[in-house]
């Protein structure tokens, strides 16, 4: 697990260096949505998914459990969660 290492204003340092913001999920949200916020474009939500995959796939487990694979990716965010919104670099 990543560790929060200082927080200013809305922004977080990751352990490894990385900026983010925290996003806590409101129904309706979706990595799209949320990309499309945060990025300038719906399309770029795949760095959002990736800072976020250990967490999101856990909490789909928890919920439909693990015999449910249909139910586990991208697209099943769940309001109430907290998801990291990294920064992207300016070659991305």
Same mark, same amino acid.
């Given at each position: /697990?990543?560790?929060?290492?200082?927080?200013?204003? @809305?922004?977080?340092?990751?352990?490894?260096?990385?900026?983010? #913001?925290?996003?806590?999920? &409101?129904? @309706?949200?979706?990595? &799209?949505?949320?990309?499309?916020?945060?990025?300038?474009?719906? #399309?770029?939500?795949?760095? *959002?998914? *990736?800072?976020?995959?250990?967490? /999101?796939?856990?909490?789909?487990? =928890? =919920?439909? @459990?693990? &015999?449910?694979?249909?139910?586990?990716?991208?697209?099943?965010?769940?309001? @109430?969660?907290?998801?990291?919104?990294?920064?992207?670099?300016?070659?991305?």
């Amino acid at each position: /697990m990543t560790k929060l290492l200082k927080s200013h204003r @809305g922004r977080h340092v990751l352990q490894r260096g990385e900026e983010v #913001t925290l996003h806590r999920v &409101s129904a @309706g949200d979706t990595l &799209s949505a949320l990309a499309a916020r945060y990025y300038g474009a719906a #399309t770029r939500w795949q760095p *959002i998914w *990736i800072a976020n995959r250990e967490a /999101m796939l856990a909490e789909q487990e =928890r =919920r439909f @459990g693990p &015999s449910r694979p249909s139910h586990r990716g991208p697209d099943w965010i769940f309001p @109430g969660m907290v998801l990291l919104i990294p920064e992207l670099g300016e070659n991305r």
